[in-house]
């Protein structure tokens, strides 16, 4: 019930295409999803993040899409740009209870061909 | 204003020795996390602390690994007895707390410390 799957392992999209990353997660209890990018060799970067009381964000080229209902949500990157290509890692908390931890899915490696 | 630092970023050790990992959280943050990532694989969660307190650590192995966050200075990871397994990349993030500045659900990671043990 802790589990948050991501799909698909690996991606690969033409410069200027739209990248499509999906996670899914079990725990109802579940109030926080944040999206993480990570460069190799570095720590994972805060990317976009939204709470349940929403079905969408965007900030700038990033939208995050929630689905309550299905216990879904998916990243989406409009207009992909080589400097996207990372891993992106989406994830899962319980705000507020007796611990914040986040339980993240296993990633997306993004090539943005150029 | 600085991230959150991690030191060192690379370490070395031979089974059997200890490692010690550091972690400063970012200005105003008093929330620590520790995770660990193996090659090719995604995040899990070690361990919550607060100044002085372990909030959580169920994501810690029972044996070897402990964690502290004492009222002055760094959080520190320790593992005792290094096996080959143990070989990781250990991250460390950090929030703010309640009522304080940004979002206290928010945690910002530091660039890791990459463990390797021969």
Known sequence: QQQVKQSP??????????????CAYENTAFDYFPWYQQFPGKG?????????????????????????????????IMD???????????AASKYGGATNKLIFGTGTLLAVQP | ?????????????????EARLRCSPMKGHSH???????????????VYLQKENI??????????????FPKEGPSILRIQQVVRGDSAAYFCASSPPVGGQGNSYEQYFGPGTRLTVT
């Open chain 2, 1 to 17: 204003n600085a991230g959150v630092m991690q030191n060192p970023r690379h370490l070395v050790r031979r089974r059997g020795q």
């Open chain 2, 55 to 68: 909030i959580d650590e169920s994501g810690m192995p029972k044996e070897r690994f402990s964690a502290e």
């Open chain 1, 80 to 90: 992909s740009q080589p400097g996207d290509s990372a891993t992106y890692f989406c």
């Open chain 1, 9 to 22: 392992q690996s991606l690969i999209v033409q410069k200027g295409g739209i990248s499509i990353i999906n």
């Open chain 1, 44 to 76: 994972p970067a805060l990317l976009i993040a939204i709470r349940p009381d929403v079905s969408e964000k965007k900030e700038g080229r990033f939208t995050i899409s929630f689905n309550k209902s299905a216990k879904q949500f998916s990243l989406h």
């Open chain 2, 32 to 46: 620590v996390y520790w995770y660990r990532q193996l090659p090719e694989e995604g995040l899990k969660f070690m």
